[in-house]
């Protein structure tokens, strides 16, 4: 406590030169400190960016099947979740990343006496995203029709609530509801819409290839009438899953890009003959683009401030230095050794850098959170990786080198040079320089953040 007590009276008495030192410690460790916080909480507003404006192949995949709609689901599901669950490194993983699936079965239903040709369609949670006029199909053989469906304008004779429709393979459908045409730019349709719906246009995203859309717009059913169709009735068996992009983190993109390759090369899957669809390998290399396009100017922005900030520290503490000559002599004329006079010489400016080392990372941290609150994503945290201080610990491990530097000659001095020179060193340069060094070194800082 009686040394420490003594370096700080030290420092009150050295007031102008303490000033200046921890003022450079403070901009170095704040200057090493913004870039990797600003740059990490960019990473992530970039992921998110990315991955909301893309579209619903770039932030989610679609596997398909064909065959008897009767059995065809429960094991593809289960197929394509237990592969999903290996590509991401287990289940747990794969639930949190994505949302759960959206199931359907779509085949198609022939009314004899009309001639035409009607998508049949489960699809899970449809009717929450249909405005129906009358009741949601819930039991085996209930549909729900189109409004085109009940119009003159589409059939000689229109359809009606309640009505029986015969259908062969389908024996008789009754009509609980009606409802009308979806906005199908909606992700929960993942780009299934136009061979839904007749009248629609793809949604965006959507590709124009693929079968031609449908005459009449697709009667949803409950999930039994598929269960009971005849083995001889065939479908296809669909699952669009989506990215919780707001779970997403730049930890998980490596992990996820390679889970998501694995998964579209996934021979299990081709052998069973499953095709996969997704676009999300290919927004994620954007990601990693937009990445590298910030990491390098946040890199010589933040080297270029911090070289002039270690020339400060060095002409501080060579004044520091000097200003402590007499003391150092008599530390000498006591028997101290080389080592221990730097020791003793550089106590003062090693506990000034100490001091700042956690404050510039504060406040580097503070002036990171709110650059981010104006030109990141809304709702971006902005955390203090451990990368901000072991940078911050470089900055000021690089400002105690050049304390060593600074010191070094002093201490080399003979004690009677150094009692010559003992307090005209500082006088000769005065404060100006250091003063312009630390105002540049400031708007570097800025400069860094702007």
């Known amino acids: 406590m009686t040394r420490l007590a003594g370096v700080i009276r030290g420092l009150l008495h050295r007031g102008g030169s303490t000033v200046m030192i921890f003022a450079a410690a403070l901009v170095a460790s704040a200057a090493a400190a913004t870039g990797p916080v600003y740059y990490a909480a960019a990473r992530t507003s970039i992921l998110h960016d990315t991955v909301a404006s893309t579209s619903y192949l770039g932030r989610g995949f679609e596997a398909n099947v064909t065959g008897a709609v009767n059995r065809l689901m429960n094991p593809f599901e289960a197929l394509v979740r237990d592969e999903l669950g290996r590509d991401l490194g287990g289940r747990a993983n794969a639930g949190r990343l ?42 085996r053989n209930e549909v729900v029709i189109s409004s085109s469906l009940s119009s003159s304008l589409a059939l000689h004779h229109p359809w009606r609530i309640g009505q029986r429709l015969r259908m062969p393979s389908w024996g008789t459908l009754t009509i609980t509801g009606i409802y009308t045409p979806p906005d199908i730019s909606k992700d929960y349709w993942f780009g299934r819409g136009p061979s839904y719906f007749a009248h629609e246009h793809p949604a965006a995203g959507a590709s124009l290839q693929g079968p031609p859309p449908p005459l009449f717009d697709a009667m949803f059913t409950a999930h039994a009438t598929m269960a009971a169709a005849p083995a001889t009735t065939q479908g296809t068996a669909v699952t669009d899953n989506s990215l919780r992009s707001e779970r997403l983190s730049a930890a998980d993109v490596p992990r996820l890009l390679n889970g998501m390759n694995a998964l579209l090369n996934s ?33 010589l922005i933040t080297a270029q401030l911090l070289v002039p900030v270690w020339l400060l520290l060095f002409l501080a503490v060579r004044d520091a230095a000097e200003a402590r000559g007499p003391e150092i002599a008599l530390a000498k004329l006591r028997g101290y050794g080389r080592w221990r006079s730097i020791v003793f010489g550089l106590s003062e400016p090693v506990l000034l850098l100490g001091l700042a080392l956690p404050a510039g990372v504060l406040i580097g941290w503070a002036a990171a959170a709110a650059l981010g609150h104006v030109l990141l994503r809304p709702g971006t945290p902005v955390g203090l990786p451990p ?8 900055a000021t491990a690089g400002g105690l080198t050049a304390m060593l530097l600074a010191a070094w000659q002093t201490v080399r001095r003979p004690v009677v040079d150094q009692w010559r020179r003992a307090g005209r060193r500082a006088a000769d340069r005065g404060w100006v320089l250091d003063a312009v060094l630390l105002t540049g070194a400031v708007a570097g800082l800025l400069d860094l953040v702007l």
Not at 111 to 120: E, K, M, S, V
Not at 270 to 294: F, H, R
Not at 387 to 394: K, M
């Open 98 to 139: 994505f949302a759960p699936p959206i199931e359907a079965l779509e085949t198609n239903a022939l009314d004899i006496r009309r001639n035409a040709t009607i998508p049949l369609v489960w699809r899970s949670g449809v009717c929450a995203q249909l405005q129906i006029r009358g009741s949601c199909p819930s039991h």
């Open 267 to 299: 021979e299990r899957l081709t052998e069973q003959q499953v095709i996969v669809t997704s676009d999300i390998p290919a927004t994620l290399g954007t990601v990693e683009s937009g990445w590298n396009a910030i990491a390098v100017p946040i890199l």
């Open 387 to 394: 990368l901000a201080w072991a940078a911050a610990a470089a």
